[in-house]
């Protein structure tokens, strides 16, 4: 296996993960949202929270918004209020699936009313870039259709086009967009951004500040998914990752828990493609909902299993494997991918930590700090975030 170089140790110090403000708020089923003690009532507590995170793991710098459910008087008074707590504001989510008007779509809406109005919102969260520092617009879509026939297929392309290239004529010169693609759900017949092939069909027409999202979810099973981001990093098109973790469709649930070897294989892709590489345009984020297990402690699990996988990624001997595979040696080259995956380089992490002032085991640590305990017993009052809000 490979040792660890200053090749490989700088490429392993470069991970940074997003956390996603809402992942702190409370969620549940489709048919239940479940309170838990503690859980905050506004963005500034959403914030504190995740800068406790990377408090405890030194992994997650920013935290992702998302508009309208993070909306405040003053943008720039809470970008102070981040730094602050030693963490910034990442990626602005946008939000066209929560309003009665976009029943029958948003950006691909027939009426131009509507579709004006969800183009409006895109403008108004690039003012909310402009105020935070935040360098990307994500975009995600609910437009879709349920039955055959209901809608114009080819027509919902169009006006998504006109819509992106609209909203895209706005994006600032060091600011980008990035289209996510989901394969099904809410729509069941047609969704109108279903894969990397459409989201990167969409973003190639507008241009180099256009780029995909990745949402490790949102496939249906069996997908090759290091495939896509070793075309898409191939393409220049792969703009950010929403991390999380599936059993079944889109759980959200926490990355590595359903295959930590996707997760392997996938932050392999990643190193080879130069995603971790300084200067990387790529952004890593989560992309989770914590149902039944506590919030922070859920984040906390997620970044560690991102650190990990990637530092067994960065054992695969790279030369040795690809002699392998030009000598045409199945076996060999599979043992050189797998012996990386099998080692166990948590006592490597632990060390890795205490050298730079952190816990060992954040984990505990948090559990020890009474963090939990205090927002528990603070917290009391008021409403508790949630979905939409």
Known sequence: MRNFDSDAIETFQNLAIELPSWAFGNS???????????????????????ATVHRFTGLAPKVALHIPWDLVDDFGA???????????????????????????????????HVRQKAIDHHLACIEVMNETGSRDLKIWLA????????GDIRG???????SLATIYQHIGH??????????????????????????????????????????????????????IVAQLLRLGKLGSFDFNSRFYADDDLIVGAADPFQLFRIMFEVIRGGGLATGSP???????????????PGQIRSVLNVQEMTARALLVD????????????????????????????????????TERGLPADPMAAFADSGYQEEIAAARVGGTQSSWGA
């Open 318 to 353: 790279t030369d040795a494997l690809a002699a392998a595979q030009e000598a045409g040696d199945v076996l060999g080259a599979n043992a050189i991918f797998m012996d990386a995956f099998y080692t166990d380089i948590r006592p490597d992490l632990a060390t890795w930590r």
């Open 282 to 296: 790529v952004a890593l984020m989560l992309d989770q909902c914590h149902n039944v297990e506590e919030k922070i």
């Open 156 to 162: 919902r392309q169009d006006r998504l086009a006109e």
């Open 174 to 227: 060091e600011q980008r967009m990035v289209l996510e693609y989901k394969f099904f759900e809410p729509a069941t017949y047609m969704t109108d951004v279903p894969d990397w092939g459409t989201s990167y069909a969409q973003v190639s027409a507008l241009g180099e500040r256009a780029l995909v999202c990745l949402d490790t979810g949102h496939h249906a099973p069996g997908t090759n998914i290091e495939f």
């Open 143 to 150: 437009d879709g259709t349920n039955y055959p026939g209901q």
């Open 28 to 50: 549940g089923t489709r048919f239940k949202v479940f309170g838990t003690p503690g859980t905050p009532r506004t963005v500034e507590e959403k914030i504190a929270d995740a």
């Open 78 to 112: 809470l970008r102070t209020y981040a730094a602050d707590l030693g963490v910034g504001l990442g990626t602005v989510n946008s939000n066209t699936f929560q309003d009665d008007d976009y029943k029958f779509g948003s950006l691909t809406h027939t009426d131009k």
